[in-house]
């Protein structure tokens, strides 16, 4: 990938939260953990040492529990906080450091934010609080509207314009907070923990709306949850931060496959594997396993598990995986099969 796919790239950043940062930071870079620095000078750590880069068209999921630096991240990305230091780019350019009239355009353009609580104006129509965004940027009113009202199609309110939120459910106004942030057009939709007030019912169906929305208009996201299973399906990678690290990024199957470390193994404990592992995902090569062409039907590399249970458990021995082009990857007993889902 070139860099310019990279929509966003974070260099280097840390963030203290205190009133001298510069002596936590040397403190850190002499070797000082998250812990020590917070007892010997009372100041935090939010974000040490973040060197990645947001891919252009991707969901981006920020993954930890709480107080590992993950919300911290985004309001250094929509700058409503500064990194103490390092450098943060949008399409190449520097955005750390801009002035307050520079900053507002970044925000009001190029971001838009959903938060948990999707603060509506109760006594504004669905109409109103959809482009309430555009209104506070001074967007004139026929040009406002057909923008929400567009919005709001792409979220599935379409028809719904004149109604007020109480005549709304919990689902429903969500969507209207996320039509206030599409109002706007943002290159970027930054969504802190957006859905996890919802019900699951709720929940599921603004994830597969979000799926949709991402696919139609090839739109960036960046999406911070605490929950493994909203962050595999949603995610094409997934970032996960530890004490104000970034400790592992990668695809979900490169995190159940490579666990960096037991942090992100705990995430997937009880996590149904089978969901997105692959055949070639479990094979194993052994001293005991030949394969030869012709006696044995072998599995393909890029088979999910979930539809090889079935063969495996009526094999008499190992099964042998291939790739694409025949090459012999390894093979699956029935142990190994079952040692990966019960152990994974």
């Known amino acids: 990938m070139s860099h310019s796919d990279e929509i966003i790239s974070v260099r280097n950043v840390y963030k203290v939260f205190g009133p001298q940062p510069e002596v936590a930071l040397s403190m850190v870079k002499a070797g000082a953990s998250k812990a020590e620095v917070f007892e010997k000078t009372g100041q935090v750590i939010g974000v040490f040492d973040a060197n990645f880069a947001v891919m252009r068209g991707e969901i981006f999921v920020i993954m930890g529990l709480s107080g590992s630096g ?103 106004q969500q969507r209207v907070g996320l039509a206030r942030a599409l109002a706007n057009d943002p290159a970027i939709l930054l969504m802190d923990e957006a859905f996890s007030a919802l019900d699951p019912l709720i929940r599921s169906e603004m994830q597969g709306e979000l799926i949709k929305l991402q696919k139609e208009q090839n739109r960036t996201i960046i999406f911070i949850s605490h929950d493994i299973e909203e962050a595999v399906r949603i995610g094409h990678r997934i970032a996960i931060m ?22 992100v193994r705990t995430f997937f404990n009880g996590f149904d594997a089978s969901r997105i592992l692959k055949a070639g995902d479990i094979a194993q090569v052994d001293a005991h396993s030949n394969y030869e062409p012709g006696r044995q039907t072998p599995l393909n590399a890029e088979t999910p598990i979930k539809e090889i249970f079935n063969i495996i458990a009526q094999a008499t021995a190992p099964v042998p995986v291939v790739d694409e082009v025949g090459t012999y990857k390894g093979s699956i007993s029935q142990g190994r099969l079952l040692s990966y889902l019960g152990g994974h």
């Open 70 to 172: 993950k919300s911290t991240m985004v309001r250094l990305f929509n700058r409503l906080i500064e990194p103490s230091s390092g450098s943060i780019f949008l399409n190449g350019k520097e955005i750390t450091g801009l002035g307050d009239k520079a900053l507002l355009q970044v925000r009001r353009k190029d971001m838009g934010m959903v938060f948990q609580s999707f603060a509506l104006m109760p006594h504004m129509t669905v109409l109103d609080n959809a482009g309430f965004g555009l209104q506070i940027s001074g967007v004139a009113e026929k040009e406002r509207n057909r923008r929400a009202i567009e919005a709001l199609r792409q979220v599935g309110l379409g028809g719904q314009e004149h109604c007020f939120p109480h005549q709304l459910s919990g689902g429903m």
């Open 242 to 263: 530890e004490g104000g690290k970034v400790v592992q990024i990668g695809t979900p199957r490169d995190l159940l496959c490579n666990p960096a470390n037991d942090y």
